[in-house]
């Protein structure tokens, strides 16, 4: 037997699963919630957007989970199957009471954000939650609940389609409910919301920049389109087939940005992002087209990119967060690693990762001129692990919020070298253990590249950086000591100065050449050489 339990938060703090392990002492206990995947000990973390896929692809799942954890030389044992019949219940039961709560209120009304640019309301996640209390229980309140939501939603003057992310959160809710309600509902009325998705959600993508973007706008995007698409087939199945066939090839085109080593574009935060809603899409595909993805779930790198994902993830549990979006979720972590070993992910963002058994650093190459990335190009992080205590030493802050910086007006989205954007600290090289001249902005479209150097670095080309480089080069070498960083620049023109910066949260004291830097009670020494 494997125990299974489904959170819909991240809180693990709940008593019941953890005494079941320990009275019962199984092999494997996997834990559903909106964690990322993580193994610690018996314990497997799944995030919630494969559950879907757990079921029908259990044993790949499992290999997933090897393949992640063998990245830092853990071993995973193959999974018991399932009882028949086996559910997580205490996510039900969580739906069923936010459904209750829904019922009490009258739905949300349509609501814009500060500057009038982004759908607020709630209410493609209230429907969804209704039609899950629905599947789970086949009580008609809970479905009669979501035609109340679906008609007040219907009843907005649009579901603002010029931003089409906060679009599709209201379509996907109708989507749920006419896939797990709709053969319960009056035909009338299915035919009617059908309508409705039809002409607020899927016209409105008809002039959507992302379809070509190739960015995370895209695959979220073309999920919604797909969904909808499925759900509308049988009234209109023409318009829907050509829905579902643009967005499946949009998605493939997308997806891109996994190749060739699987390390995404837009950095992990916005992997996330995307690879959840692809793995959305997949599930529905298989589902509600006969079990065929479109050839989704094959696209190159993008198997490859759950270790890449894991790879920078270090022994805090943080993982190097680089570029634009909200930090991701933490997951502490016993250090598995037991020998140097040194990987570069290929890609348009290349990255690469040093580790031994008491040191882990993460590196980036790369450019500005690409959408959400940071003037970050030859940037790294730093971790060390004593005593089963690990310390991140160097930093990377990640983003600021895009609504403080639109509401001061900057040029948020442009990534030209003029670009107000670059002057927001945590955007421009300040805020990146970077190499400069003189503390100024990168060139924008300076390339740098990544490749390992022997079994114990790896080197980056940065000349692209500065127009008055012959050549620049930065190295990273694990040693007994630690680290060695080697920063090496030819042609540099007389009176100006190499500067390199780094964030940290340690307390610095400075000491001739040496830089010591103590933080939660350990030391670092940086020397000058």
Request: a positive charge; hydrophobic letters at 40%.
């Amino acid at each position: 037997i494997v125990p299974v339990e489904g959170k819909a938060g991240e809180d693990k703090k709940a008593s019941t699963f953890k005494n079941y392990v320990k009275e019962k002492c199984p092999k494997w206990a996997i834990r559903f919630s909106r964690r990322n995947l993580k193994r610690d000990g018996g314990f497997v973390n799944i995030p919630l957007y494969l559950v879907e896929r757990f079921s029908a692809c259990l044993m790949k799942t499992f290999v997933f989970l090897a393949v992640a954890a063998a990245s830092f030389g853990m071993a995973v044992a193959a999974p018991q199957p399932k009882e028949d019949g086996a559910k997580a219940d205490a996510v039900a039961t969580g739906v069923v009471a936010q459904a209750d709560a829904l019922l009490g209120r009258e739905p949300p009304p349509r609501k814009l954000d500060a500057i009038g640019k982004r759908l607020r309301s709630p209410i493609g996640e209230n429907i969804a939650t209704l039609a899950d209390a629905y599947a789970a229980t086949k009580d008609r309140k809970y479905l009669d609940g979501a035609v109340r939501y679906m008609r007040a939603a219907a009843a907005y003057s649009d579901w603002k389609p010029s931003y089409y992310l906060t679009c599709a959160g209201v379509m996907n809710g109708f989507s749920r409910a006419l896939e797990v309600c709709g053969k319960d509902m009056d035909a009338e009325v299915r035919a009617e919301l059908q309508d409705v998705l039809l002409d607020k959600g899927l016209k409105g993508s008809f002039l959507g920049w992302w379809w070509w973007a190739k960015s995370n706008w895209t695959q979220v995007c073309c999920y919604a389109v797909a969904y909808a698409a499925l759900q509308i087939r049988d009234r209109h199945p023409r318009r829907a087939e050509s829905y579902l066939k643009d967005a499946i090839n949009g998605t493939k085109s997308a997806m891109e940005a996994y190749a060739p080593d699987g390390c995404y574009t837009e950095g992990p935060s916005y992997w996330h992002y995307a690879t959840e809603n692809t793995e959305k899409m997949i599930a529905v595909l298989r589902r509600c087209n006969g079990g065929d993805d479109g050839g989704i779930s094959a696209m190159p790198g993008y198997e490859a990119s759950k270790r890449w994902i894991a790879d920078l993830r270090g022994p805090t549990g943080r993982v190097f967060c680089f570029a634009d979006g909200s930090p991701v979720p933490d997951e502490p972590r016993a250090w598995g690693v037991t020998n140097v070993f040194v990987r570069v992910h290929r890609g348009i963002q290349p990255t690469g990762v040093l580790a031994s058994p008491t040191m882990w650093v993460a590196v980036k190459g790369g450019r500005a001129r690409v959408n959400h990335a940071h003037m970050d190009a030859g940037c790294f992080v730093l971790e060390t692990v004593r005593g089963g205590r690990p310390v991140r030493w160097v930093e990377d802050l990640g983003t600021e919020k895009y609504s403080l910086m639109e509401k001061a007006g900057l040029d948020v989205w442009n990534t030209r070298q003029s670009s107000t954007r670059w002057r927001v600290f945590r955007q421009g090289v300040q805020a990146h253990a970077v190499l400069t001249v003189d503390g100024g902005d990168f060139d924008v479209g300076g390339n740098v590249t990544l490749a390992a150097d022997g079994s114990d670095a790896i080197a980056a080309d940065l000349t692209e950086l500065c127009g008055e480089w012959k050549k620049a080069t930065r190295r990273w070498r694990l040693t007994e000591g630690g680290l060695t960083l080697t920063d090496e620049i030819a042609g540099a023109k007389e009176g100006h100065s190499a500067v390199f910066n780094f964030l940290t949260r340690a307390k610095p004291e400075v000491e001739g050449r040496v830089l010591r830097l103590t933080c939660d009670g350990q030391t670092l020494e940086v020397t000058a050489g």
